[in-house]
């Protein structure tokens, strides 16, 4: 969902350098999964030297009440991380008609933060943040710290697929076929 409609798309890196020549990759809508490509020659040196490999988790291997952070860009403040515990394994949720098996955590996961990393205290990539629960009320069925990842040993061969792919540049509007 971060992605879908998007007409053209920057990546901000920790070092504060923003590219704007990002270009989706591949989509997989009904996992909530995109993976996004930014051309090498896009990229400074002093960037490059800030760039690492996350370390791919097992989530699968997870525990309930194992400690995580989430990473994000949390109401598009810059990059933030929270902190909190496994509440639940395969939890299942509908978002858009789409129902996702995903990772409950209490760290809280705001608007901005999807996409990020929730990792555990290994420092791993365990799951990619997608929703939270919300509600409007004070009443007793308000909900706090309800927080949603996808589980990374869903996602990794989605990942590794549409890692291959052809990158989708725009094509100018009188390019365009009929």
């Keep these: 969902h971060v992605v879908e409609g998007t007409t053209s798309l920057s990546v901000q890196f920790t070092n504060d350098v923003s590219i704007d020549r990002a270009y989706v990759k591949g989509t997989s809508a009904d996992n ?38 989430a990473i994000g860009n949390a109401l598009g403040y810059g990059q933030s991380l929270t902190v909190g515990y496994v509440s639940a394994k395969d939890r299942d949720i509908t978002i858009d008609n789409n129902t996702l098996t995903v990772i409950q955590t209490d760290a809280a996961i705001n608007g901005g933060n999807s996409g990020g990393a929730l990792l555990n205290m290994n420092g791993e990539v365990i799951g990619i943040n997608v929703a939270k629960s919300s509600s409007s009320s004070s009443s007793e069925a308000s909900v706090e710290g309800m927080g949603y990842a996808i589980p990374i040993s869903q996602a990794k061969e989605i990942i ?10 725009p094509v100018a509007e009188e390019d365009k076929g009929y």
């Design 32 to 69: 909530d999964i995109a993976v996004v490509a930014i051309p090498i020659d896009a990229i400074d040196d002093r960037t490059i030297g800030y760039i690492k490999i996350a370390t791919l988790g097992d989530s699968d291997k997870m525990k309930v009440g194992e400690g995580v952070i």
């Design 160 to 169: 590794e697929n549409l890692s291959n792919k052809e990158t989708r540049y």
